[in-house]
């Protein structure tokens, strides 16, 4: 509403002497309103333009209506109610700008607006924050931001805690201009009430936080229980031609995985170490008898599947491929011949013992032999030229026991003595040599 104009006086006719005098005298009061007085209303008209906080609307049933003022001036005001476009019509009342704030509206006057926006060019230091700022800031802003600061903005209130300068701040992360949001990620840290310094920044734990499940990778993300096997069941392994390229516990996926360990391992549970520099991983699987381990780069079988020995399969059928041993470390066995055992390593030994009723009475020159025996072994080498023969007997010291070169399977051999004996001979004898 503007101020009120004053209109020009009109024109004063001829009057007589004793009209005259009046007149004058009249003409100097109205002389006095319309000049002195009149420029003392006009300014305090620009008084009260300058120096007021006007409201429009209406006060107490008033109206009120003058220009708006420059800002930060106040006028003192007192009303019982206040009314009127100007004012909040509800408490959930958002529309618009500039409006008296009802008390039970504050709270959606303040959540209806999104303050201030700091791009990366504006150079505000969220050190230097003052009580009650608030808005969308760019985290190329300089200051001191979480250490992770995950990702190119947040949403940054500083709010007063107590008196001076002690601010609780708070960083919300997860804004997009465009596209499905990131995970909303909070921050907070405190400054001290002299305005000193700042506490570390903490991150406030919320689902976002968490793992979706035991087996969710996410950097950064707090373990659930049962996370990676760990307190829980582990992730099922069907395909070992492939290794995770993270530590975990698992478990074998049973009958028909591809690439599996031996001994019965696939029904087992295992774990998988991780090294990330060198991009290598190891599987380690329990077995019926033991534990298998292999070695991968890049997630591919660096070589075979290793077993190592325990005490229930150190001893066992021992097995080779292409010259690599397959099975257990030492196999010890015993049939009608006698009595072997073998080695991981190809390295075999045979204990024989055999009863014969030749006698020791064919001439050799000066001495006297036996006609001789072939003696079977328990288990056959695999080249008879590498087989070492040791006869001996227990029956005559006097005599000694000789052998021919043997054969893979069985060693032929005789007794030599200085005496003509037809007494029955027992010949025991160790061969040693390779079963591979």
Not at 129 to 135: L, M, N, P, S
Not at 403 to 425: C, Q
């Amino acid at each position: 509403m503007s101020y009120p104009e004053f209109s020009d006086f009109p024109p004063i006719p001829q009057r007589s002497a004793a009209e005259a005098d009046f007149d004058t005298k009249m003409s100097a009061l109205f002389q006095h309103f319309a000049t002195t007085h009149r420029a003392e209303l006009i300014a305090l008209i620009d008084f009260l333009k300058t120096g007021s906080t006007i409201i429009g609307g209406a006060l107490n049933a008033t109206t009120v209506g003058l220009e708006t003022p420059a800002a930060g001036k106040f006028t003192a005001l007192e009303a019982d109610s206040l009314g009127g476009a100007a004012v909040q019509s509800s408490a959930s009342d958002t529309d618009g700008d500039g409006k008296l704030v009802r008390m039970d509206g504050a709270a959606a006057a303040a959540l209806s607006r999104f303050g201030f926006y700091r791009s990366a060019g504006d150079a505000y230091n969220i050190d230097e924050a003052t009580a009650g700022e608030f808005g969308l800031v760019s985290t190329s802003n300089p200051g001191t931001w979480p250490s992770e600061n995950p990702g190119p903005f947040a949403w940054l209130t500083s709010q007063r805690i107590y008196s001076d300068a002690a601010v609780l701040q708070r960083a919300i992360y997860g804004y997009a201009s465009t596209g499905t949001p990131g995970n909303v990620r909070t921050f907070e840290r405190i400054r001290a009430n002299d305005g000193s310094a700042w506490s570390a920044w903490a991150e406030v734990v919320t689902s976002a936080n968490v793992q979706a499940n035991g087996f969710d990778r996410t950097s950064g993300a707090l373990l659930k229980v049962g996370a990676f096997g760990l307190g829980g069941l582990g992730e099922v392994i069907n395909d070992f031609s492939t290794a995770p390229q993270f530590c975990e516990f698992i478990a074998g996926g049973g009958g028909g995985v591809i690439d599996g360990p031996p001994d019965n391992g696939a029904y087992r549970p295992g774990l998988v170490a991780f090294r990330s520099a060198s991009d290598r991983s190891s599987i380690l699987m329990f077995t019926t008898n033991g534990i298998a381990v292999r070695n991968y780069i890049a997630g591919a079988p660096d070589g075979d599947w290793i077993t190592l020995f325990s005490n229930k399969n150190l001893v066992g059928t021992v097995s080779q491929s292409v010259g690599v041993p397959t099975g257990a470390v030492i196999e010890r066995g015993s049939n009608a011949n006698g009595e072997y055992v073998r080695f991981a390593d190809g390295t075999q030994i045979c204990w024989c013992e055999k009863t014969s009723t030749d006698a020791q009475n064919i001439v050799s020159g000066a001495l006297y032999r036996t006609p001789g025996v072939s003696v079977s072994f328990p288990a056959a080498f695999s080249d008879a030229s590498k087989v070492q023969v040791l006869p001996g007997h227990s029956d005559d010291t006097s005599a000694w026991f000789t052998a021919d070169s043997p054969a893979a399977t069985a060693a032929f051999v005789r007794r030599m003595g200085t005496t003509n004996t037809p007494t029955n001979v027992t010949y025991r004898i160790t061969a040693i040599g390779p079963w591979f």
